[in-house]
């Protein structure tokens, strides 16, 4: 057989740019980080990330959700040895765990000769068994706190896992920050990664009956939730499609049809797998709490984009890694795109995403639905099946 020159041409320079990127990769991975280069305060750049979460927290946040850019809603930051707690004064010692209010941690102090934002900040060493505040909220005395890692530790952690689990050949030119960039998307999505479990905290304050609800479902229900079940998973496909196909719809007649049919689907799924109640409660807790999380999460992000003579924090502007919120219709896309392959998932993952698209929705169908989406036993569902009816 003749092989065409052209042909063998294009697939050696094809390979000589595959071993030289291997060969970039593995110099790179060389040098990678395996600690935070300042461990036992915050680094400028972190502290500029936080000060731009603060602000537009701040300035959009009522664009967000009414209420939330107004009340006072202390961050906690850890890396590897250390917890560290912004805007609260005097705090007392350590910090409850949510919702069973577990006290974890011990006495914060104020960490020496540096200041976030013109104002002390405190500190205190992680415990030596490993206890984080992890990413969530906690609370700290009485009030309620955003908790999250630093982005630097985010970053090691993550390629630290990717690691692990990757076969030994492979780990030494694995392009770990090609990776971290697609899971993290740079200081906007960790700013709005931020945004995600402030919002929590927010819900603790509003809501923190329901909060405690969501959580102990996992508890209870999670266990039992036939996540293997060949024929729940397609009929979660079809749902999850439907969502996404409602998103891009072009008129509001489209969107709202789409939206019964998703209502529709979503009761049929429920009768053929004969969900139990509990079982039912449980993907509706979890996408009132993850889901709304997630909505507020991408629609700061949304809201910063959009927001005229808004102006992030001079801190910022220096970092490679901040966008400026200008990526937003990017990530939008494969939010959207990534909604369709979590039929699969295993774990509670889907209801962040199916609880994100019905407040979308939501959004255009019943702009006030935010009224009643924190009360008690007001779930997303609910409030989309009324907007369908309102609007027929």
């Not at 069973?100 to 011990?106: D, F, I, K, V």
């Not at 030494?172 to 960790?190: K, T, V």
């Not at 959009?306 to 801190?315: C, T």
Request: glycine fraction near 6%.
């Amino acid at each position: 057989m003749h092989v065409k020159k052209w042909f063998i041409r294009g697939f050696l320079g094809l390979l000589a740019v595959c071993l030289v990127l291997v060969g970039v990769s593995a110099l790179v991975n060389r040098n990678r980080p395996t600690q935070s280069a300042v461990v036992d305060r915050l680094s400028e750049a972190e502290k500029a990330r936080l000060a731009e979460f603060f602000q537009v927290r701040q300035q959009l946040g009522d664009a967000v959700w009414p209420g939330w850019e107004t009340d006072v809603l202390p961050v906690i930051v850890y890396n590897e040895s250390y917890a560290f707690l912004l805007d609260y004064p005097d705090p007392p010692d350590g910090w409850l765990k949510v919702p069973q209010n577990e006290p974890r941690g011990g006495p914060w102090e104020l960490v020496a000769e540096d200041t976030f934002n013109g104002e002390p900040y405190y500190r205190q060493p992680l415990p030596a068994d490993g206890t984080t505040p992890q990413a969530f909220t906690v609370r700290v005395g009485n009030q309620w706190a955003a908790s999250m890692t630093t982005m630097e530790w985010m970053e090691i952690s993550l390629a630290n896992q990717f690691e692990s689990e990757l076969p030994s050949f492979l780990a030494p030119i694995f392009p770990y920050g090609l990776a971290n960039s697609l899971f993290i998307r740079g200081s906007d999505g960790y700013i709005s990664l931020l945004a995600h479990e402030s919002f929590h905290a927010y819900q603790g304050i509003v809501a923190p009956k329901r909060l405690a609800a969501a959580e102990t479902a996992v508890t209870r229900t999670e266990s039992t939730y036939p996540w293997d079940d060949a024929a729940l998973q397609e009929a979660w496909q079809t749902e999850l499609d439907l969502l996404a196909a409602a998103l891009e719809a072009e008129t509001e007649t489209e969107m709202m049809a789409l939206a019964q049919q998703f209502l529709d689907q979503r009761q049929a799924r429920r009768e053929a797998a004969k969900l139990s109640p509990a079982q039912a409660n449980y993907e509706m807790q979890r996408e009132w709490l993850e889901g709304l999380a997630r909505y507020a999460e991408l629609e700061i992000w949304r809201q910063a984009s959009l927001a005229e003579g808004y102006e992030p924090v001079a801190a910022i502007l220096d970092d490679p890694d901040f966008s400026a919120y200008a990526n937003f219709d990017k990530r939008w896309s494969q939010e959207i795109d990534q909604i369709g392959r979590m039929a699969g998932d295993e774990g509670d993952g889907r209801f962040y995403y199916s609880g994100m698209a019905q407040a979308v929705l939501l959004d255009r169908l019943m702009p006030n639905w935010k009224e009643q989406a924190l009360d008690e036993a007001v779930f997303l569902e609910d409030l989309l099946g009324t907007a369908v009816i309102l609007l027929q």
